[in-house]
């Protein structure tokens, strides 16, 4: 169900003033594309995803007093997911590396040939190893369906450092995604 | 990277920047599974967006709502069991204070005299009449 923007005023007034049912019915309307977004910044991690996400709620419930409506709550929840988001990169980060842990990206050459697997794979390959700042940028330029400005306010940068990540990123998956060339039969699945 | 691919002006890169954007939306929309948008999908992806609800609402730490959306009695009530705590609070001070004295005194207590004492028991009897009177204040009011 996604609300209405009045009722979703009324709801979040509501929730604002200690309403969870209201507050609810938020979670429901937003869910779906807080949970995309993680989704996509934790490639496809599923089950990592959903818990952050459900973290990124509870800690709007306890920050929506605060809330005073700057940025739309889309964003603010989308910045509050992002920033959950990067504590669980930097304490992933912290983490001694293991023998599991090694990056298949790294490892493996880039699959060749016309196998749609082949080439899905490739593709999430090169995205997954871009520097994460470019790899944030292109998650939440093209896979969120943000403006480039609101997409800026998620991410804590200037528009402007936005657009040359994204840049660096596009030619950076071109680079690597060369041998797919023009061939139509060739695109994955 | 190949010239075929990459073409040699912006028109082949933007072609490239689109067929990789398409196959990215593809694989992102895969990767979605049963998340998305409440009534717009079908049944299983209502369930699985409700019981996310649900699951988000059991974690909801209780929070006090703003004094403003209280009726005037709660929030009287409220004000006073704040001021109580901060009193009760200001109380710990104090009496920390007292036992802080009480330990230096008895590490002296060998070389005083009975004025020096007489001075203790008058600080600690002050020290004790501030405890009473943080803790007892703000109930009042």
């Given at each position: 169900m996604v609300s209405a923007?009045?009722?979703?005023?009324?709801?979040?007034?509501?929730?604002?003033?200690?309403?969870?049912?209201?507050?609810?019915?938020?979670v429901r309307a937003h869910q779906g594309r807080v949970r995309r977004q993680l989704r996509r910044l934790c490639d496809g991690d599923a089950a990592l995803a959903d818990e952050?996400?459900?973290?990124?709620?509870?800690?709007?419930?306890?920050?929506?007093?605060?809330?005073?409506?700057?940025?739309?709550?889309?964003?603010?929840?989308?910045?509050?997911?992002?920033?959950?988001?990067?504590?669980q990169r930097r304490a992933d980060a912290a983490r001694p590396a293991s023998a599991t842990?090694?990056?298949p990206i790294e490892q493996a050459a880039p699959g060749a040939g016309g196998d749609p697997g082949a080439l899905r794979l490739?593709?999430?390959?090169?995205?997954?190893?871009?520097?994460?700042?470019?790899?944030?940028?292109?998650?939440?330029?093209?896979?969120?369906e943000l403006s480039l400005n609101e997409a800026a306010e998620v991410l804590g940068v200037p528009p402007d450092t936005l657009?040359?990540?994204?840049?660096?990123?596009?030619?950076?998956?071109?680079e690597r995604l060369a041998d797919w060339r023009h061939d139509r039969q060739k695109e994955p699945s | 990277m190949t010239a075929a691919y990459m073409g040699?002006?912006?028109?082949?890169?933007?072609?490239?920047?689109?067929?990789?954007?398409?196959a990215l939306a593809a694989h992102w929309a895969q990767a979605d599974g049963a998340v998305a948008d409440g009534a717009l999908a079908d049944s299983a992806v209502a369930d699985d967006a409700d019981r996310f609800v649900q699951r988000v609402l059991m974690h909801l730490p209780r929070r006090a709502a703003p004094v403003a959306a209280l009726d005037p009695q709660e929030a009287l009530q409220?004000?006073?069991?704040?001021?109580?705590?901060?009193?009760?609070?200001?109380?710990?001070?104090?009496?920390?204070?007292?036992?802080?004295?009480?330990?230096?005194?008895?590490?002296?207590?060998?070389?005083?005299?009975?004025?020096?004492?007489?001075?203790?028991?008058?600080?600690?009897?002050?020290?004790?009449?501030?405890?009473?009177?943080g803790l007892l204040m703000p109930a009042r009011g």
């Amino acid at each position: 169900m996604v609300s209405a923007p009045a009722s979703e005023a009324a709801d979040l007034a509501a929730a604002q003033a200690g309403d969870a049912a209201a507050f609810g019915r938020l979670v429901r309307a937003h869910q779906g594309r807080v949970r995309r977004q993680l989704r996509r910044l934790c490639d496809g991690d599923a089950a990592l995803a959903d818990e952050l996400a459900q973290e990124a709620f509870v800690q709007a419930w306890q920050a929506l007093p605060g809330f005073r409506g700057q940025a739309s709550l889309t964003t603010w929840l989308h910045r509050l997911a992002y920033t959950r988001f990067l504590m669980q990169r930097r304490a992933d980060a912290a983490r001694p590396a293991s023998a599991t842990d090694a990056d298949p990206i790294e490892q493996a050459a880039p699959g060749a040939g016309g196998d749609p697997g082949a080439l899905r794979l490739d593709l999430m390959r090169a995205v997954a190893a871009l520097p994460a700042d470019e790899h944030d940028a292109l998650v939440h330029c093209l896979a969120l369906e943000l403006s480039l400005n609101e997409a800026a306010e998620v991410l804590g940068v200037p528009p402007d450092t936005l657009k040359s990540r994204l840049a660096r990123a596009r030619a950076k998956l071109r680079e690597r995604l060369a041998d797919w060339r023009h061939d139509r039969q060739k695109e994955p699945s | 990277m190949t010239a075929a691919y990459m073409g040699r002006d912006r028109g082949d890169e933007i072609d490239a920047d689109r067929r990789i954007e398409a196959a990215l939306a593809a694989h992102w929309a895969q990767a979605d599974g049963a998340v998305a948008d409440g009534a717009l999908a079908d049944s299983a992806v209502a369930d699985d967006a409700d019981r996310f609800v649900q699951r988000v609402l059991m974690h909801l730490p209780r929070r006090a709502a703003p004094v403003a959306a209280l009726d005037p009695q709660e929030a009287l009530q409220r004000l006073m069991h704040q001021r109580r705590r901060n009193g009760l609070g200001m109380g710990i001070e104090v009496a920390g204070a007292l036992v802080g004295i009480a330990v230096l005194a008895t590490s002296t207590m060998g070389s005083a005299s009975e004025a020096d004492l007489l001075r203790l028991g008058g600080m600690l009897a002050l020290g004790a009449a501030a405890l009473a009177l943080g803790l007892l204040m703000p109930a009042r009011g």
